[in-house]
């Protein structure tokens, strides 16, 4: 069974450079999903099962911060594995993000970068999920 991914990015040309590094990371892939804003990304979220998020944070409409915040509010979207590639320098907001669990990657990345992220909030996932709830 493949991994059901949602790319969230404003940039066609980057999200299509995550789709491809994805495709070339061995990592089995279900549907790929594509989201121009953080509207869209949680309308994909809403309307797919989503295993893996890699979120931009700039973006018109509503960007990747307040897409995350929202998941965070809501028990089923929290714990989807979320990774954020952007240029972003500010410390605070990074630490916010790392602090919901995000794995955050400044552009320019490398397809190692990703799939190594991708890897380890994957790990991630399983080991909490095996936990008694
Ligand atoms: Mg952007």
Redesign the pocket.
């Known amino acids: 069974m493949g991994l059901n991914i949602l790319i969230v ?3 066609a040309v ?1 999200r299509s450079m995550i789709r491809k590094t994805m495709e070339l990371s061995g990592l089995p892939l279900g549907e790929v999903h594509q989201a121009a804003n953080g509207r869209e990304g949680l309308t994909a979220l809403e309307r797919n099962w989503i295993d893996l998020v890699i979120a ?4 018109p409409e509503m960007n990747g911060e307040e897409m995350i915040a929202r998941m965070q509010a809501v028990p089923e979207l929290q714990r989807v594995p979320t990774i954020v590639v952007s240029t972003e320098g500010s410390r605070t907001r990074i630490g916010r993000l790392e602090r919901w669990g995000v794995k955050f990657i400044h552009k320019p990345f490398s397809p190692e970068m990703i799939r190594d992220a991708v890897r380890e909030v994957l790990g991630n996932e399983v080991a909490h999920g095996s936990g008694a709830e």
């Open positions: 990015d404003d940039s980057m931009d944070i700039n973006m």
